[in-house]
């Protein structure tokens, strides 16, 4: 038990740096769990051999009651104080751990955003690696001390009888070596099984009641829920039944261990008991042991939940693993000669996201100039956000080279890149926490003068300005607490905090009415005066105050030119947006 | 409870062991006895562990029935409600947390009927118990246990809080860690476009060490409770081990009734000391159980007392003739009693098979007058009358039995794409979904797949685009076969391809129906028979879309906003 499966191997090295800590506090929890054992043990030979002694005047006179009673007290101290201790030391461990973790995790987690873990941005998948960050946490507490504790009392306590009586020991090692380790460990492998059905089930659970409500409009209108509900009824009895397997095993389990921890002191009582009529055991010796036998399976009691729980940690850490040991998809120089100007150009760029899928980009070639402003347009699926995710080094092209001032962007230094660009976009994530810890985001010195004249620039100050809190307006998470035009603001003025020289807007107006709409445009065209600016969007609104317009069509650009040129030439540009009125 | 009175008997069973276990020491040692004699003794004592064997396995599958039956009930009572609630509901909440809440939180429920309740009245009943053992035997004893026992109800108040406190504060710092935690993961592509995602690192160190300190001085004290528990526990058994081994040496002869006690007696008392307040101590480590359940419960009757305002089933006997025509007649609307009506007054008439497009700002009560038709909710005022019937008094399900609707986002369900669009139809034959998937140019997509109808969509089949979902959506609609279509902004956020399959899909399945659509789309407008334009909460002009456009008022003024105008083609 003492040497975990090899998947833990890196979180045990995490381990290390708190192992004193660690020591210390897997002694407290064994000091407190012997005292405890100390103190049965020493009282139920402590009566017998009193009474023994006070079956005549003389040697109830003889008889030294100062010391065991002192020990019974040293015991019973003992045992209070180790397990206050313990429980603090062992907590402020737990603690500590959490800390290395989630470092550590999120170290190797970092190089790997966004592009290998695009397969678990869904809110489901991250919340489950919260999970089994959570269930490591908890390795050392749940897992680690209760079985370090177990075995050193498995250990003692049988070595201890061992120089009274061997059959004795021999009987409780068993005894405690079975009901400790043998039978938790076989319930645990049992439930394997069914622990996989468990998960089977109650995702298909979970998943059919979000899609039920999701869907419930839909459901209604078509008089689909009744049958919508008794899927779910169908769901929650499957789990119910799976449920039951392990409950009946862990029932099994627990009466396993109470017939032979029962029938393990029947056994000792039995030798003991002949031991005592061939005169080789003396009789308050089988008090003694008797008592820290009982005593001793009181500390095992804990084991069960160990096992299950290391089981549950052994698939977290095989999850956190999978996912840490991918290779970063990109890496920059430490340092690099920032651009002489900031124009930028796609040079035969391709790309596609796995090897298997099809090409997104194909030979994509685009000039922008320093200063230039362009619209790329162009169907869902026809790679404009790509161009953006390339833009940022999220992801490399297959072929090709992107340059910035004429210079590659990979070998711009990842300070270098980030400081050129301010991204406005859809999926821009706000963060639990105030306005102002939000904006700080994009420039963490800025004082409060600089906040407010870029929440100007976004036109959202007087938003912000009739809130009671104004800068230290709780959002929430996720930025609940704004409305879709706001958050699509308030990122407007981070990006404004950037003051970059190329600004990359990704269908900034989405979502929003025509009313905003035009709004936010007309401050994003002011923004961007003189600045290198890409514009991914559909609608079409105030595009002819733009340099150019691209329009891409499976990867590649089939038009380009001025609004007005483009209209005259009546090609697929007039068809693109709905412009109406 | 069938668990506390396994749990009961098993502790009768532990009192019966200790009385055994006493005996027999007590023969081997005091008396000499030889063993062959106690040979019944040791048969007897391996009953006993079987029978507590038993009860422990007893215990666990009653404890898990408990547990079972109240899941069972909440659970199937939530999604009932919710149902019934509708979208008016569940569209303002996040569809995740109100899934955890039908699936996690009810399970929290679970540990709490199954191993808490029971152990409470095991906390009360074994204690009691063995007092009632160890009196008749020593009452001095007896009265080292009583002493603590009034303040069994006082410990369990202090276990209670101790525990309670330990594990809300110590689950709080921990969720609170992985809330923030999950906040930064998911943020981490807008952090990096900060330059911020390095500098992230030295704050998740920051925030679990701030984080580890608080709980800890919390925890410290909150760990104190549960000392005074272990310190009472440990003083009495060494209390009542000096008083026995004091007593036997002749020390003290007071604590029993004129004759001192034997080896056995003393023994008896001293192996039911521990266990007097082990029950108690395990109640400890079930308390998580009752803080998770009473958040839980908090969480779900919140949910079970939003009050339903949806129609309802009733018996009244559906008068729709086709086509359908349908009236508004001063129908108010606000959210709840305080809440500002967002639809005061509103009259208005589509007459059968009339194609009515509504347009309005974002907020002006669009979506809103779509839901009252659909019953999702009920006017506060004023009523709506299909074919001159008012539809407060028909049944929720034969009226909507006469719809169909397409929002602005469909939802697709897990299983095959011929399953979604037969979904309100399930014993629709395969001709009709072959027409129905043909006409919603669903086939177009499907034929190329290599399942064809039979591909599955949803999380576990491919991804649908957004125009593609639509289609499908679309199909449902044709299948439905029904006299009134609503349209919430069907074409929202399509390219142009999806948009105009889209709207010729739309045409056709206009085609002999009413229709009422909500739309600012021009392209979709053109088609519309009338235009109402929704605003201030009321109509504010309704006409042919030229004629609107040509008075220059609300609509005009909709589709021409100042700042920088589209062009006109």
């Given at each position: 038990?003492?040497?975990p499966?090899?998947?833990?191997g890196?979180?045990i090295?995490?381990l290390r740096?708190?192992r004193?800590?660690?020591?210390?506090g897997?002694?407290l929890s064994f000091?407190?769990?012997a005292?405890?054992?100390?103190?049965?043990?020493l009282?139920g030979?402590f009566i017998s051999a009193s009474?023994l002694?006070?079956?005549?005047?003389?040697?109830?006179?003889?008889?030294n009651?100062?010391?065991?009673?002192?020990?019974?007290?040293?015991?019973?101290i003992t045992?209070t104080?180790a397990r206050?201790?313990?429980?603090?030391?062992?907590h402020d461990?737990?603690?500590?751990?959490?800390?290395?973790?989630?470092?550590w995790?999120?170290?190797?987690l970092e190089?790997l955003?966004?592009?290998?873990l695009?397969a678990?941005r869904?809110g489901?998948?991250?919340?489950r690696?919260?999970a089994?960050i959570?269930a490591?946490?908890?390795?050392y507490?749940?897992v680690?001390?209760?079985c370090?504790v177990?075995?050193?009392?498995?250990?003692?306590v049988p070595?201890?009888?061992?120089?009274y009586?061997?059959?004795?020991?021999?009987?409780l090692?068993?005894g405690?070596?079975l009901?400790?380790f043998?039978?938790?460990?076989?319930?645990?492998?049992?439930?394997?099984?069914?622990?996989?059905?468990?998960?089977r089930?109650?995702?298909?659970?979970r998943?059919?009641?979000?899609?039920?409500?999701?869907?419930l409009a839909?459901l209604?209108v078509?008089?689909?829920?009744?049958?919508?509900?008794?899927k779910i009824?169908?769901?929650h009895?499957?789990?119910l039944?799976?449920?039951?397997?392990?409950?009946r095993?862990s029932?099994a389990?627990s009466?396993?261990m109470?017939l032979?921890?029962?029938?393990?002191?029947?056994?000792?009582?039995?030798?003991?008991?002949s031991g005592v009529?061939?005169?080789?055991?003396?009789?308050?010796?089988?008090a003694?042991?008797v008592f820290?036998a009982?005593a001793?399976?009181?500390?095992?009691?804990?084991?069960?939940?160990?096992f299950q729980?290391l089981?549950?940690?052994?698939?977290?850490?095989?999850?956190?693993?999978?996912?840490v040991s991918?290779s970063p998809?990109?890496?920059?120089?430490?340092?690099s000669?920032?651009?002489?100007?900031?124009g930028l150009?796609?040079e035969?760029?391709?790309?596609?996201?796995?090897r298997e899928?099809?090409?997104?980009?194909k030979?994509?070639?685009?000039?922008?100039?320093?200063?230039?402003?362009?619209a790329?347009?162009g169907?869902?699926?026809a790679?404009?956000?790509?161009?953006f995710?390339?833009?940022?080094?999220?992801?490399?092209?297959?072929?090709?080279?992107i340059?910035i001032g004429g210079q590659?962007?990979?070998?711009?230094s990842?300070a270098d890149l980030?400081?050129?660009?301010a991204?406005?976009?859809?999926?821009?994530?706000?963060?639990?926490g105030?306005?102002r810890?939000?904006?700080?985001l994009?420039?963490?010195?800025a004082?409060d003068?600089?906040?407010w004249?870029?929440l100007q620039?976004?036109?959202l100050?007087r938003?912000?300005s009739?809130?009671?809190?104004?800068?230290?307006t709780?959002?929430?998470?996720?930025?609940?607490?704004?409305?879709?035009?706001e958050a699509r603001?308030?990122a407007?003025?981070?990006a404004?905090?950037?003051?970059?020289p190329?600004?990359?807007?990704?269908e900034?107006?989405?979502g929003?009415?025509s009313?905003?709409?035009?709004?936010?445009?007309v401050?994003l065209?002011?923004?961007?005066?003189?600045r290198?600016?890409l514009?991914?969007?559909h609608r079409?609104?105030?595009?002819?105050?733009?340099?150019?317009?691209?329009?891409?069509?499976?990867?590649r650009i089939v038009?380009e030119g001025?609004?007005?040129?483009l209209?005259?030439a009546?090609?697929r540009?007039?068809?693109?947006?709905?412009?109406g009125g | 409870?069938?668990?506390v009175g396994?749990g009961?008997?098993?502790g009768?069973?532990?009192i019966?062991q200790a009385?055994?276990?006493?005996?027999?020491?007590?023969?081997?040692?005091i008396?000499?006895?030889?063993?062959?004699?106690l040979?019944?003794y040791f048969?007897?004592?391996?009953?006993?562990?079987?029978?507590?064997a038993?009860?422990a396995w007893a215990?666990?599958m009653?404890?898990?029935?408990a547990?079972?039956?109240?899941?069972?009930e909440?659970?199937?009572?939530l999604?009932?409600h919710?149902t019934?609630?509708g979208?008016?509901?569940?569209r303002h909440k996040q569809?995740g947390?109100?899934?955890?809440?039908?699936?996690?939180?009810v399970?929290?429920?679970?540990?709490?009927?199954?191993?808490?309740?029971?152990?409470?009245?095991?906390?009360?009943?074994?204690?009691l118990?063995i007092?009632?053992v160890v009196f008749p035997?020593?009452?001095?004893?007896?009265a080292?246990?009583?002493l603590t026992?009034?303040l069994?109800?006082?410990?369990?108040?202090i276990?209670?809080?101790?525990?309670e406190?330990?594990s809300?504060?110590?689950?709080q710092a921990?969720?609170?860690m992985?809330?923030?935690?999950?906040?930064?993961l998911?943020g981490?592509?807008t952090l990096?476009i900060?330059q911020?995602?390095k500098a992230?690192?030295?704050r998740?160190?920051e925030?679990?060490?701030?984080?580890?300190?608080?709980t800890?001085?919390?925890?410290r004290?909150?760990?104190l409770s549960?000392a005074?528990?272990?310190?009472?526990?440990?003083?009495?058994?060494a209390?009542?081990?000096?008083?026995?081994?004091t007593h036997?040496l002749?020390?003290i002869?007071f604590?029993?009734?004129?004759?001192?006690l034997t080896l056995?007696?003393?023994?008896?008392?001293l192996i039911l000391?521990?266990d007097?307040?082990?029950?108690l101590r395990?109640?400890?480590?079930?308390?998580h159980?009752?803080?998770?359940?009473?958040?839980a419960?908090?969480a779900?009757?919140?949910?079970?007392?939003t009050?339903?305002?949806?129609?309802q089933p009733?018996?009244?006997?559906?008068?729709?003739i086709?086509?359908?025509?349908?009236?508004?007649?001063?129908?108010?609307?606000?959210?709840?009693g305080d809440a500002?009506?967002?639809?005061?007054?509103?009259?208005?008439?589509v007459r059968?098979?009339e194609?009515v497009?509504?347009a309005?700002?974002?907020g002006?009560?669009?979506?809103?007058?779509l839901?009252?038709?659909?019953?999702?909710?009920?006017?506060t005022?004023?009523?709506?009358?299909?074919?001159g019937?008012p539809?407060?008094?028909?049944?929720?399900?034969q009226w909507?039995?006469q719809?169909?609707?397409?929002g602005?986002?469909p939802?697709?369900?897990?299983g095959?794409l011929?399953d979604?669009?037969r979904l309100?139809?399930?014993?629709a034959?395969?001709?009709a979904i072959?027409a129905?998937?043909?006409?919603a140019?669903?086939?177009?997509?499907?034929?190329?797949?290599?399942?064809g109808l039979?591909?599955?969509?949803?999380?576990?089949?491919?991804?649908?685009?957004?125009?593609q979902?639509?289609?499908?959506a679309?199909a449902r609609?044709?299948?439905?076969d029904?006299?009134?279509?609503?349209?919430d902004?069907?074409?929202?956020g399509l390219?142009?391809v999806?948009?105009?399959?889209?709207?010729?899909a739309?045409?056709a399945?206009?085609?002999g129906?009413t229709?009422?659509?909500?739309?600012?789309?021009?392209?979709n407008?053109?088609?519309a028979?009338?235009v109402?334009?929704?605003?201030?909460?009321?109509?504010?002009?309704?006409?042919?879309?030229?004629?609107l456009?040509a008075?220059?008022?609300?609509?005009?003024?909709?589709l021409h906003q100042?700042?920088?105008?589209?062009?006109a083609?």
């Amino acid at each position: 038990m003492n040497k975990p499966p090899g998947t833990f191997g890196p979180f045990i090295r995490l381990l290390r740096p708190h192992r004193y800590w660690m020591v210390l506090g897997i002694a407290l929890s064994f000091l407190a769990g012997a005292a405890g054992i100390g103190l049965l043990g020493l009282a139920g030979w402590f009566i017998s051999a009193s009474a023994l002694a006070g079956l005549t005047p003389l040697t109830a006179h003889l008889f030294n009651l100062f010391h065991p009673s002192v020990g019974i007290r040293i015991f019973a101290i003992t045992r209070t104080a180790a397990r206050y201790a313990e429980r603090i030391v062992n907590h402020d461990i737990t603690f500590r751990i959490l800390e290395s973790l989630r470092i550590w995790f999120y170290l190797r987690l970092e190089p790997l955003a966004p592009a290998r873990l695009a397969a678990y941005r869904s809110g489901d998948i991250l919340s489950r690696i919260i999970a089994d960050i959570d269930a490591l946490d908890n390795l050392y507490i749940r897992v680690l001390t209760p079985c370090m504790v177990a075995l050193a009392v498995t250990m003692l306590v049988p070595g201890v009888f061992w120089s009274y009586h061997q059959g004795v020991a021999i009987t409780l090692f068993a005894g405690m070596v079975l009901v400790g380790f043998a039978l938790p460990l076989a319930a645990d492998r049992a439930g394997t099984r069914s622990g996989e059905s468990l998960a089977r089930h109650s995702a298909r659970l979970r998943i059919h009641t979000v899609e039920g409500l999701q869907g419930l409009a839909e459901l209604l209108v078509f008089n689909a829920a009744d049958q919508h509900q008794s899927k779910i009824a169908r769901d929650h009895n499957a789990l119910l039944r799976a449920q039951g397997t392990m409950s009946r095993i862990s029932g099994a389990a627990s009466a396993g261990m109470t017939l032979l921890s029962g029938a393990t002191v029947g056994v000792v009582l039995y030798l003991g008991a002949s031991g005592v009529e061939k005169a080789q055991l003396d009789g308050a010796i089988l008090a003694m042991m008797v008592f820290a036998a009982l005593a001793a399976f009181d500390v095992l009691w804990s084991l069960p939940a160990a096992f299950q729980y290391l089981s549950r940690t052994r698939e977290a850490s095989r999850r956190l693993t999978e996912i840490v040991s991918q290779s970063p998809p990109v890496t920059f120089p430490t340092e690099s000669v920032p651009p002489k100007h900031y124009g930028l150009t796609f040079e035969n760029i391709t790309f596609r996201y796995d090897r298997e899928e099809p090409d997104v980009i194909k030979d994509f070639n685009l000039r922008v100039g320093p200063g230039e402003r362009v619209a790329l347009m162009g169907a869902t699926g026809a790679g404009k956000s790509t161009l953006f995710h390339l833009l940022v080094r999220f992801w490399d092209p297959v072929a090709g080279r992107i340059r910035i001032g004429g210079q590659d962007i990979r070998i711009l230094s990842e300070a270098d890149l980030r400081r050129a660009m301010a991204v406005v976009s859809q999926q821009s994530h706000l963060f639990n926490g105030t306005l102002r810890s939000n904006l700080q985001l994009a420039c963490p010195e800025a004082g409060d003068h600089q906040l407010w004249s870029a929440l100007q620039a976004a036109r959202l100050d007087r938003f912000v300005s009739a809130l009671p809190e104004q800068l230290d307006t709780w959002i929430g998470e996720a930025g609940q607490r704004l409305s879709g035009g706001e958050a699509r603001r308030l990122a407007v003025a981070q990006a404004v905090l950037r003051d970059a020289p190329i600004w990359l807007l990704d269908e900034p107006t989405e979502g929003l009415d025509s009313t905003n709409e035009r709004a936010l445009m007309v401050t994003l065209l002011a923004l961007t005066r003189k600045r290198t600016m890409l514009l991914i969007t559909h609608r079409p609104v105030a595009l002819e105050q733009l340099d150019r317009i691209a329009i891409l069509e499976q990867g590649r650009i089939v038009e380009e030119g001025h609004h007005q040129d483009l209209l005259k030439a009546n090609g697929r540009y007039p068809q693109l947006g709905m412009f109406g009125g | 409870m069938l668990a506390v009175g396994l749990g009961f008997a098993s502790g009768l069973l532990l009192i019966a062991q200790a009385a055994l276990i006493a005996h027999l020491i007590h023969a081997a040692f005091i008396e000499t006895t030889p063993r062959s004699e106690l040979t019944p003794y040791f048969g007897l004592f391996i009953l006993i562990v079987v029978g507590r064997a038993g009860m422990a396995w007893a215990r666990e599958m009653a404890g898990f029935q408990a547990g079972t039956r109240v899941r069972t009930e909440v659970r199937l009572d939530l999604v009932a409600h919710l149902t019934a609630a509708g979208p008016a509901f569940t569209r303002h909440k996040q569809s995740g947390a109100l899934a955890s809440i039908v699936v996690e939180q009810v399970e929290a429920l679970h540990n709490f009927f199954a191993h808490y309740l029971p152990q409470l009245g095991l906390a009360v009943l074994v204690p009691l118990s063995i007092l009632a053992v160890v009196f008749p035997v020593s009452w001095t004893a007896g009265a080292i246990l009583a002493l603590t026992a009034p303040l069994i109800p006082l410990f369990m108040v202090i276990v209670g809080m101790g525990a309670e406190s330990i594990s809300q504060r110590q689950f709080q710092a921990l969720s609170r860690m992985s809330a923030y935690f999950l906040d930064v993961l998911q943020g981490l592509p807008t952090l990096k476009i900060f330059q911020r995602s390095k500098a992230e690192a030295d704050r998740v160190a920051e925030t679990s060490r701030t984080y580890r300190q608080r709980t800890m001085q919390v925890l410290r004290v909150a760990f104190l409770s549960s000392a005074v528990l272990e310190f009472f526990s440990s003083v009495s058994i060494a209390l009542v081990a000096v008083y026995l081994g004091t007593h036997f040496l002749g020390y003290i002869d007071f604590g029993t009734y004129g004759s001192p006690l034997t080896l056995g007696a003393g023994l008896f008392i001293l192996i039911l000391s521990p266990d007097f307040y082990l029950p108690l101590r395990d109640l400890g480590t079930h308390y998580h159980a009752r803080a998770e359940a009473a958040g839980a419960a908090e969480a779900i009757m919140q949910i079970l007392r939003t009050p339903i305002s949806q129609l309802q089933p009733s018996d009244a006997p559906v008068r729709i003739i086709q086509p359908l025509g349908i009236q508004f007649d001063r129908v108010t609307f606000a959210f709840n009693g305080d809440a500002p009506n967002l639809l005061e007054n509103v009259s208005f008439t589509v007459r059968a098979g009339e194609k009515v497009v509504l347009a309005g700002a974002s907020g002006a009560g669009k979506t809103t007058l779509l839901d009252l038709l659909m019953g999702f909710h009920q006017p506060t005022g004023g009523k709506i009358l299909v074919n001159g019937f008012p539809m407060a008094s028909m049944d929720c399900a034969q009226w909507r039995d006469q719809m169909a609707w397409v929002g602005q986002q469909p939802v697709l369900f897990h299983g095959s794409l011929r399953d979604n669009i037969r979904l309100g139809r399930p014993e629709a034959g395969e001709a009709a979904i072959i027409a129905a998937a043909r006409a919603a140019k669903v086939l177009e997509f499907a034929d190329r797949m290599p399942a064809g109808l039979d591909a599955p969509v949803g999380e576990q089949g491919r991804r649908l685009s957004r125009g593609q979902a639509q289609r499908v959506a679309l199909a449902r609609a044709f299948l439905a076969d029904a006299p009134l279509l609503l349209l919430d902004e069907p074409t929202a956020g399509l390219d142009s391809v999806n948009e105009r399959l889209v709207v010729s899909a739309i045409e056709a399945l206009s085609r002999g129906r009413t229709v009422i659509m909500v739309t600012h789309r021009m392209t979709n407008v053109h088609s519309a028979d009338r235009v109402l334009v929704l605003a201030d909460g009321g109509i504010a002009e309704e006409g042919c879309f030229q004629d609107l456009l040509a008075a220059r008022g609300a609509l005009y003024h909709l589709l021409h906003q100042p700042a920088t105008g589209g062009a006109a083609p």
